[in-house]
Protein backbone atom coordinates (compact mmCIF):
# COMPACT_ATOMS: atom_id res chain seq x y z
CA UNK A 1 0.00 0.00 0.00
CA UNK A 2 0.98 3.59 -0.69
CA UNK A 3 2.06 5.39 2.11
CA UNK A 4 0.43 8.18 3.30
CA UNK A 5 0.19 11.00 5.61
CA UNK A 6 -2.77 12.67 7.42
CA UNK A 7 -2.55 16.82 8.27
CA UNK A 8 -4.82 17.78 11.18
CA UNK A 9 -6.85 21.22 11.06
CA UNK A 10 -6.07 24.01 13.23
CA UNK A 11 -8.32 25.02 15.32
CA UNK A 12 -6.82 28.24 16.48
CA UNK A 13 -4.87 30.78 14.68
CA UNK A 14 -1.24 30.34 14.24
CA UNK A 15 1.40 32.54 16.03
CA UNK A 16 4.96 31.08 15.46
CA UNK A 17 8.39 31.74 14.40
CA UNK A 18 10.45 28.71 11.36
CA UNK A 19 13.89 28.51 9.77
CA UNK A 20 13.39 26.86 6.99
CA UNK A 21 16.48 24.56 6.15
CA UNK A 22 18.77 26.28 3.53
CA UNK A 23 18.34 27.06 -0.30
CA UNK A 24 18.46 24.41 -2.32
CA UNK A 25 19.56 26.95 -5.05
CA UNK A 26 22.72 28.60 -3.15
CA UNK A 27 23.89 25.44 -1.64
CA UNK A 28 24.31 24.29 -5.15
CA UNK A 29 25.93 27.36 -6.91
CA UNK A 30 28.07 27.58 -3.77
CA UNK A 31 28.81 24.23 -4.38
CA UNK A 32 30.29 24.21 -7.61
CA UNK A 33 31.76 27.37 -7.57
CA UNK A 34 33.97 25.64 -4.45
CA UNK A 35 34.30 22.88 -6.70
CA UNK A 36 35.85 24.97 -9.16
CA UNK A 37 38.08 27.20 -6.75
CA UNK A 38 41.12 26.17 -6.10
CA UNK A 39 41.37 25.36 -2.39
CA UNK A 40 39.09 25.00 0.73
CA UNK A 41 35.68 26.64 1.00
CA UNK A 42 33.51 26.11 4.08
CA UNK A 43 29.50 26.44 3.28
CA UNK A 44 27.99 27.08 6.04
CA UNK A 45 23.80 26.82 6.45
CA UNK A 46 23.92 24.13 3.81
CA UNK A 47 20.78 22.28 2.70
CA UNK A 48 21.29 18.18 3.67
CA UNK A 49 18.25 16.95 0.97
CA UNK A 50 18.40 14.56 -2.11
CA UNK A 51 19.31 17.53 -5.06
CA UNK A 52 21.98 18.81 -2.53
CA UNK A 53 23.57 15.51 -1.64
CA UNK A 54 23.58 14.88 -5.49
CA UNK A 55 25.59 17.81 -5.86
CA UNK A 56 27.51 17.00 -3.64
CA UNK A 57 28.50 13.42 -5.21
CA UNK A 58 28.46 15.16 -8.99
CA UNK A 59 31.50 17.77 -7.48
CA UNK A 60 33.15 14.89 -6.15
CA UNK A 61 33.10 13.06 -9.50
CA UNK A 62 34.58 16.15 -10.78
CA UNK A 63 37.22 16.30 -8.99
CA UNK A 64 36.69 17.87 -5.66
CA UNK A 65 36.94 16.87 -2.15
CA UNK A 66 33.59 17.26 -0.28
CA UNK A 67 33.55 16.71 3.64
CA UNK A 68 29.62 16.99 4.77
CA UNK A 69 28.76 17.37 8.07
CA UNK A 70 24.93 17.06 8.39
CA UNK A 71 24.56 18.31 12.08
CA UNK A 72 26.32 21.55 11.87
CA UNK A 73 24.89 22.34 8.19
CA UNK A 74 28.77 22.59 7.14
CA UNK A 75 30.15 21.96 4.11
CA UNK A 76 33.77 21.55 2.97
CA UNK A 77 35.27 21.97 -0.10
CA UNK A 78 38.56 21.46 -1.86
CA UNK A 79 38.17 22.67 -4.94
CA UNK A 80 40.34 23.07 -7.97
CA UNK A 81 40.38 19.21 -8.94
CA UNK A 82 39.70 17.68 -12.08
CA UNK A 83 36.86 14.13 -13.28
CA UNK A 84 38.90 10.72 -12.82
CA UNK A 85 38.48 8.84 -16.65
CA UNK A 86 34.92 7.51 -16.59
CA UNK A 87 33.42 9.61 -14.67
CA UNK A 88 29.84 9.20 -13.58
CA UNK A 89 27.29 12.21 -12.71
CA UNK A 90 24.20 10.81 -10.70
CA UNK A 91 21.85 14.04 -10.26
CA UNK A 92 19.11 11.83 -9.25
CA UNK A 93 15.87 13.88 -9.51
CA UNK A 94 17.83 17.24 -9.44
CA UNK A 95 17.72 19.62 -12.92
CA UNK A 96 20.13 22.22 -10.73
CA UNK A 97 22.21 19.64 -10.50
CA UNK A 98 22.01 18.25 -14.13
CA UNK A 99 21.89 21.38 -15.98
CA UNK A 100 25.18 22.87 -13.59
CA UNK A 101 27.37 19.70 -13.73
CA UNK A 102 27.21 19.60 -17.96
CA UNK A 103 29.02 22.45 -18.39
CA UNK A 104 31.27 22.25 -15.43
CA UNK A 105 32.08 19.10 -16.81
CA UNK A 106 32.53 19.97 -20.43
CA UNK A 107 35.42 22.01 -18.88
CA UNK A 108 37.38 18.68 -18.72
CA UNK A 109 39.09 16.64 -21.18
CA UNK A 110 38.03 13.34 -20.06
CA UNK A 111 34.59 12.56 -20.89
CA UNK A 112 31.92 12.65 -17.86
CA UNK A 113 28.07 10.89 -18.00
CA UNK A 114 25.32 12.55 -16.59
CA UNK A 115 22.16 10.90 -16.08
CA UNK A 116 19.47 10.82 -13.69
CA UNK A 117 16.23 9.54 -12.48
CA UNK A 118 13.54 8.30 -15.41
CA UNK A 119 11.72 12.03 -14.16
CA UNK A 120 14.98 13.77 -14.71
CA UNK A 121 15.37 11.44 -17.79
CA UNK A 122 12.08 13.01 -19.34
CA UNK A 123 13.03 16.81 -18.69
CA UNK A 124 14.72 19.13 -21.19
CA UNK A 125 18.18 19.59 -21.97
CA UNK A 126 18.36 20.63 -25.43
CA UNK A 127 19.06 23.55 -25.01
CA UNK A 128 22.31 23.54 -22.87
CA UNK A 129 23.32 20.46 -25.08
CA UNK A 130 23.46 22.86 -27.73
CA UNK A 131 24.98 25.37 -26.16
CA UNK A 132 27.95 23.36 -25.10
CA UNK A 133 28.29 21.82 -29.04
CA UNK A 134 28.31 25.92 -29.79
CA UNK A 135 31.37 26.53 -27.70
CA UNK A 136 33.72 23.61 -28.18
CA UNK A 137 32.50 20.64 -26.75
CA UNK A 138 32.24 17.41 -27.86
CA UNK A 139 28.49 16.01 -26.87
CA UNK A 140 27.29 12.84 -27.37
CA UNK A 141 23.03 11.89 -26.10
CA UNK A 142 23.56 8.16 -25.17
CA UNK A 143 19.51 7.69 -25.11
CA UNK A 144 17.15 10.47 -26.82
CA UNK A 145 18.44 13.64 -28.49
CA UNK A 146 17.63 16.68 -25.83
CA UNK A 147 17.99 14.40 -22.93
CA UNK A 148 19.57 12.54 -20.52
CA UNK A 149 21.80 10.49 -20.53
CA UNK A 150 24.90 12.57 -22.49
CA UNK A 151 28.46 12.39 -22.04
CA UNK A 152 30.19 15.24 -22.50
CA UNK A 153 34.04 16.65 -22.70
CA UNK A 154 36.52 19.53 -23.38
CA UNK A 155 37.95 21.72 -23.48
CA UNK A 156 35.67 24.39 -24.53
CA UNK A 157 36.71 27.62 -26.43
CA UNK A 158 34.45 29.62 -25.12
CA UNK A 159 33.08 32.95 -26.54
CA UNK A 160 29.65 33.64 -28.23
CA UNK A 161 26.97 31.20 -27.16
CA UNK A 162 23.40 31.37 -28.57
CA UNK A 163 20.75 29.68 -25.63
CA UNK A 164 16.88 29.47 -25.11
CA UNK A 165 15.50 31.22 -22.02
CA UNK A 166 12.00 30.33 -22.05
CA UNK A 167 12.49 26.67 -20.90
CA UNK A 168 14.60 27.03 -17.95
CA UNK A 169 16.97 29.32 -16.29
CA UNK A 170 19.01 26.72 -15.27
CA UNK A 171 21.11 26.50 -18.75
CA UNK A 172 22.43 30.05 -18.79
CA UNK A 173 23.08 29.43 -14.57
CA UNK A 174 24.97 26.34 -15.91
CA UNK A 175 27.16 27.86 -18.23
CA UNK A 176 27.59 31.26 -16.82
CA UNK A 177 29.26 29.20 -13.72
CA UNK A 178 31.83 27.36 -16.21
CA UNK A 179 32.26 30.47 -18.11
CA UNK A 180 35.20 32.05 -16.23
CA UNK A 181 37.30 28.81 -16.99
CA UNK A 182 36.61 28.68 -20.91
CA UNK A 183 39.39 29.95 -22.93
CA UNK A 184 37.64 33.16 -24.49
CA UNK A 185 35.03 33.67 -21.86
CA UNK A 186 31.69 33.60 -22.50
CA UNK A 187 29.22 36.09 -23.79
CA UNK A 188 25.46 34.57 -23.84
CA UNK A 189 23.06 35.98 -26.35
CA UNK A 190 19.35 34.79 -25.45
CA UNK A 191 17.26 33.27 -28.30
CA UNK A 192 14.01 33.90 -26.18
CA UNK A 193 12.31 35.67 -22.97
CA UNK A 194 13.87 34.12 -20.14
CA UNK A 195 12.07 32.89 -17.63
CA UNK A 196 12.77 32.43 -13.81
CA UNK A 197 15.22 35.62 -14.14
CA UNK A 198 15.91 35.74 -10.32
CA UNK A 199 17.49 32.48 -10.44
CA UNK A 200 19.85 34.39 -12.95
CA UNK A 201 20.63 37.08 -10.84
CA UNK A 202 21.30 34.78 -7.96
CA UNK A 203 24.16 33.02 -10.04
CA UNK A 204 25.75 36.06 -10.81
CA UNK A 205 26.10 36.98 -6.97
CA UNK A 206 27.22 33.90 -6.01
CA UNK A 207 29.70 33.76 -8.73
CA UNK A 208 30.73 37.49 -7.66
CA UNK A 209 31.16 36.27 -3.61
CA UNK A 210 33.68 33.19 -5.15
CA UNK A 211 35.10 36.36 -7.09
CA UNK A 212 34.17 36.59 -10.99
CA UNK A 213 31.93 39.35 -12.29
CA UNK A 214 29.40 38.33 -14.76
CA UNK A 215 28.61 41.71 -16.98
CA UNK A 216 25.94 41.79 -18.72
CA UNK A 217 25.61 37.84 -19.73
CA UNK A 218 29.43 38.04 -20.11
CA UNK A 219 31.97 36.18 -18.26
CA UNK A 220 35.87 36.86 -19.06
CA UNK A 221 38.16 34.52 -18.50
CA UNK A 222 39.46 34.57 -14.85
CA UNK A 223 39.54 31.94 -11.54
CA UNK A 224 37.32 31.25 -8.91
CA UNK A 225 38.47 31.98 -5.36
CA UNK A 226 37.73 29.79 -2.11
CA UNK A 227 35.72 31.59 0.54
CA UNK A 228 33.73 30.77 3.89
CA UNK A 229 30.22 31.25 2.40
CA UNK A 230 26.62 31.49 4.39
CA UNK A 231 23.79 29.95 3.14
CA UNK A 232 20.41 31.39 3.78
CA UNK A 233 17.42 29.62 4.52
CA UNK A 234 15.44 28.18 1.41
CA UNK A 235 12.44 31.18 0.44
CA UNK A 236 10.21 28.37 -1.68
CA UNK A 237 10.79 26.12 1.42
CA UNK A 238 9.37 29.16 3.65
CA UNK A 239 6.43 29.97 1.66
CA UNK A 240 4.66 27.19 2.90
CA UNK A 241 4.67 28.24 6.18
CA UNK A 242 3.57 32.31 4.76
CA UNK A 243 1.08 30.14 2.94
CA UNK A 244 0.15 28.45 6.08
CA UNK A 245 -0.27 31.86 8.10
CA UNK A 246 -2.48 33.24 4.80
CA UNK A 247 -4.67 29.78 5.69
CA UNK A 248 -4.79 29.36 9.17
CA UNK A 249 -4.61 32.87 10.20
CA UNK A 250 -2.30 34.13 12.84
CA UNK A 251 1.41 34.99 12.36
CA UNK A 252 4.18 33.51 11.46
CA UNK A 253 7.65 34.37 11.01
CA UNK A 254 10.65 33.31 8.75
CA UNK A 255 13.97 33.83 10.47
CA UNK A 256 17.27 34.28 8.49
CA UNK A 257 15.29 35.81 5.00
CA UNK A 258 15.87 39.53 5.06
CA UNK A 259 15.15 42.59 2.53
CA UNK A 260 18.74 41.76 1.16
CA UNK A 261 17.58 37.56 0.54
CA UNK A 262 19.40 36.83 -2.67
CA UNK A 263 16.19 34.54 -3.43
CA UNK A 264 13.13 35.68 -5.65
CA UNK A 265 10.79 33.07 -4.18
CA UNK A 266 10.57 36.16 -0.59
CA UNK A 267 8.17 37.95 -3.27
CA UNK A 268 5.78 35.18 -2.42
CA UNK A 269 5.18 37.57 0.38
CA UNK A 270 4.37 40.26 -1.86
CA UNK A 271 1.43 38.19 -3.59
CA UNK A 272 0.07 37.28 -0.19
CA UNK A 273 0.18 41.12 0.84
CA UNK A 274 -2.15 41.80 -2.47
CA UNK A 275 -4.35 38.82 -1.52
CA UNK A 276 -5.20 40.89 1.76
CA UNK A 277 -2.27 40.01 4.32
CA UNK A 278 0.19 41.72 5.96
CA UNK A 279 3.84 41.33 5.60
CA UNK A 280 6.53 42.79 7.71
CA UNK A 281 9.95 42.79 6.21
CA UNK A 282 13.12 43.71 8.19
CA UNK A 283 16.93 42.79 7.36
CA UNK A 284 16.73 39.50 9.00
CA UNK A 285 12.90 38.35 8.66
CA UNK A 286 9.94 38.05 6.93
CA UNK A 287 6.40 37.94 8.65
CA UNK A 288 2.76 37.36 7.33
CA UNK A 289 0.39 38.14 8.79
CA UNK A 290 -3.61 37.21 8.14
CA UNK A 291 -6.61 38.79 10.10
CA UNK A 292 -9.16 39.94 7.65
CA UNK A 293 -10.56 37.95 4.40
CA UNK A 294 -7.89 36.59 1.51
CA UNK A 295 -9.15 38.02 -1.97
CA UNK A 296 -8.62 36.63 -5.36
CA UNK A 297 -5.69 37.62 -7.70
CA UNK A 298 -4.42 38.17 -10.89
CA UNK A 299 -0.81 37.10 -10.95
CA UNK A 300 2.24 36.46 -13.41
CA UNK A 301 4.27 33.95 -11.32
CA UNK A 302 7.35 33.44 -14.32
CA UNK A 303 9.91 35.02 -11.76
CA UNK A 304 8.57 32.59 -8.63
CA UNK A 305 7.06 29.94 -10.42
CA UNK A 306 8.48 27.41 -7.58
CA UNK A 307 5.60 29.11 -5.54
CA UNK A 308 2.58 29.16 -7.92
CA UNK A 309 1.46 25.24 -6.63
CA UNK A 310 1.73 26.84 -2.54
CA UNK A 311 -0.39 30.09 -4.01
CA UNK A 312 -3.27 27.32 -5.61
CA UNK A 313 -3.44 26.09 -2.05
CA UNK A 314 -4.11 29.61 -1.15
CA UNK A 315 -6.56 30.63 -3.57
CA UNK A 316 -8.85 27.68 -2.20
CA UNK A 317 -10.13 30.17 0.79
CA UNK A 318 -9.88 33.10 -1.08
CA UNK A 319 -13.33 35.10 -1.56
CA UNK A 320 -13.08 35.18 -5.43
CA UNK A 321 -11.10 33.12 -8.48
CA UNK A 322 -7.40 33.37 -8.85
CA UNK A 323 -5.64 33.79 -12.25
CA UNK A 324 -1.79 32.42 -12.26
CA UNK A 325 -0.05 33.19 -15.42
CA UNK A 326 3.18 33.47 -17.12
CA UNK A 327 4.46 29.61 -16.14
CA UNK A 328 3.74 27.34 -18.63
CA UNK A 329 7.27 25.91 -18.84
CA UNK A 330 6.35 24.27 -15.14
CA UNK A 331 4.68 21.88 -17.32
CA UNK A 332 8.44 20.53 -17.58
CA UNK A 333 9.30 20.43 -14.43
CA UNK A 334 9.07 17.37 -11.98
CA UNK A 335 5.83 16.62 -13.55
CA UNK A 336 3.33 18.64 -15.30
CA UNK A 337 2.49 20.98 -12.70
CA UNK A 338 -0.46 22.56 -13.93
CA UNK A 339 -2.16 19.57 -14.50
CA UNK A 340 -1.35 17.97 -11.35
CA UNK A 341 -2.28 20.56 -9.13
CA UNK A 342 -5.71 21.33 -11.31
CA UNK A 343 -6.65 17.38 -11.00
CA UNK A 344 -5.48 16.94 -7.58
CA UNK A 345 -7.88 20.54 -6.42
CA UNK A 346 -10.61 18.93 -8.17
CA UNK A 347 -10.09 15.48 -6.46
CA UNK A 348 -10.95 17.54 -2.92
CA UNK A 349 -14.15 19.43 -5.30
CA UNK A 350 -12.40 22.68 -6.09
CA UNK A 351 -13.17 24.28 -9.34
CA UNK A 352 -9.94 24.61 -10.37
CA UNK A 353 -8.89 25.12 -14.46
CA UNK A 354 -6.22 24.35 -16.39
CA UNK A 355 -4.64 27.37 -18.71
CA UNK A 356 -2.35 27.34 -21.46
CA UNK A 357 -0.08 29.06 -19.41
CA UNK A 358 -1.16 28.63 -15.60
CA UNK A 359 -4.78 28.09 -13.57
CA UNK A 360 -7.49 29.47 -12.54
CA UNK A 361 -8.76 28.62 -9.33
CA UNK A 362 -12.13 29.24 -7.71
CA UNK A 363 -12.74 29.22 -4.27
CA UNK A 364 -14.23 26.62 -2.23
CA UNK A 365 -14.48 24.39 0.75
CA UNK A 366 -12.26 21.08 -0.17
CA UNK A 367 -13.80 17.46 0.65
CA UNK A 368 -12.09 14.88 2.44
CA UNK A 369 -9.13 13.60 -0.25
CA UNK A 370 -6.10 11.85 -0.32
CA UNK A 371 -3.95 13.31 -2.83
CA UNK A 372 -1.36 12.51 -5.31
CA UNK A 373 1.90 13.98 -5.59
CA UNK A 374 3.57 12.60 -8.97
CA UNK A 375 6.91 12.48 -7.35
CA UNK A 376 6.45 16.43 -7.03
CA UNK A 377 7.96 17.23 -3.52
CA UNK A 378 6.19 20.98 -3.91
CA UNK A 379 2.37 18.69 -4.77
CA UNK A 380 3.12 17.36 -1.46
CA UNK A 381 4.54 20.48 0.87
CA UNK A 382 1.73 22.38 -1.07
CA UNK A 383 -1.47 20.13 -0.67
CA UNK A 384 -0.96 19.44 2.91
CA UNK A 385 -1.50 23.28 3.43
CA UNK A 386 -5.76 22.35 2.92
CA UNK A 387 -5.24 20.18 5.35
CA UNK A 388 -4.52 22.76 8.08
CA UNK A 389 -8.36 24.11 7.31
CA UNK A 390 -10.41 21.37 5.76
CA UNK A 391 -10.83 18.02 7.74
CA UNK A 392 -9.67 14.53 5.88
CA UNK A 393 -6.86 15.51 3.98
CA UNK A 394 -4.04 12.68 3.48
CA UNK A 395 -1.22 13.19 1.34
CA UNK A 396 0.28 9.64 -0.69
CA UNK A 397 3.87 9.02 -0.82
CA UNK A 398 4.98 12.63 1.62
CA UNK A 399 8.63 11.09 1.54
CA UNK A 400 8.93 12.73 -1.84
CA UNK A 401 9.53 16.20 -0.22
CA UNK A 402 13.28 14.20 0.57
CA UNK A 403 13.85 15.95 -2.56
CA UNK A 404 14.59 19.37 -0.83
CA UNK A 405 12.91 19.10 2.77
CA UNK A 406 13.32 15.61 4.51
CA UNK A 407 11.97 17.42 7.14
CA UNK A 408 8.96 19.09 6.23
CA UNK A 409 6.18 17.56 7.86
CA UNK A 410 7.75 17.28 11.56
CA UNK A 411 8.46 20.88 10.67
CA UNK A 412 4.37 21.83 9.92
CA UNK A 413 3.63 19.72 12.75
CA UNK A 414 5.88 22.27 15.23
CA UNK A 415 4.36 24.93 13.92
CA UNK A 416 0.64 24.21 14.05
CA UNK A 417 1.49 22.28 17.37
O1 LIG B 1 18.39 27.88 -10.79
C1 LIG B 1 17.74 27.38 -9.87
O2 LIG B 1 18.26 27.14 -8.75
C2 LIG B 1 16.32 27.06 -10.08
C3 LIG B 1 15.64 27.64 -11.12
C4 LIG B 1 14.20 27.38 -11.36
O3 LIG B 1 14.10 26.51 -12.47
P1 LIG B 1 13.78 27.00 -13.98
O4 LIG B 1 14.80 27.98 -14.37
O5 LIG B 1 13.85 25.72 -14.76
O6 LIG B 1 12.39 27.59 -13.97
C5 LIG B 1 13.52 26.75 -10.16
O7 LIG B 1 12.26 26.26 -10.54
C6 LIG B 1 14.34 25.63 -9.58
O8 LIG B 1 13.72 25.04 -8.46
C7 LIG B 1 15.68 26.14 -9.12
C1 LIG C 1 11.87 22.61 -10.16
C2 LIG C 1 12.54 22.29 -9.05
O1 LIG C 1 13.78 21.75 -9.00
P1 LIG C 1 14.87 21.39 -10.10
O2 LIG C 1 14.50 22.03 -11.39
O3 LIG C 1 16.16 21.93 -9.55
O4 LIG C 1 14.87 19.90 -10.17
C3 LIG C 1 11.95 22.57 -7.72
O5 LIG C 1 12.68 22.47 -6.72
O6 LIG C 1 10.76 22.89 -7.63
Same mark, same amino acid.
Do not use: W
Given at each position: ?156 ? $? #?? /?? @? !? %? ?11 ? *??? =? ?66 ? $? #?? /?? @? !? %? ?11 ? *??? =? ?145
Amino acid at each position: MTESRAVSPLHRPLDATVRPPGSKSITNRALLCAALAPGESTLTGALFADDTRAMMQAVAALGASVTADPPSRTVTVAGGGAPAPGAIVDARQSGTTSRFALPAAALFPTRTVVDGTAQLRARPFGPVLDALRQVGAKVEELGEPGFLPAAVSGPMH $G #GA /VH @V !S %GHISSQFLSGLLM *AGP =LMRDGLEVSLTSELVSVPYVEMTKAVMASFGVTVEGLTVRPGAYTPRVYDIEPDASAASYFLGAAAIA $G #GR /VT @V !S %GLGTASLQGDVRF *ADV =LERMGATVTRTGDSLTVTRSGPLHGIDVDMADISDTAQTLAAVAVFADSPTRVRGIGFIRGKETDRIAAVVTELRRAGIDAVEDEDGFTITPGTPAPARFETYEDHRMAMSLSLLGLRAPGIEILDPTCVAKTYPDFFADLDALTR
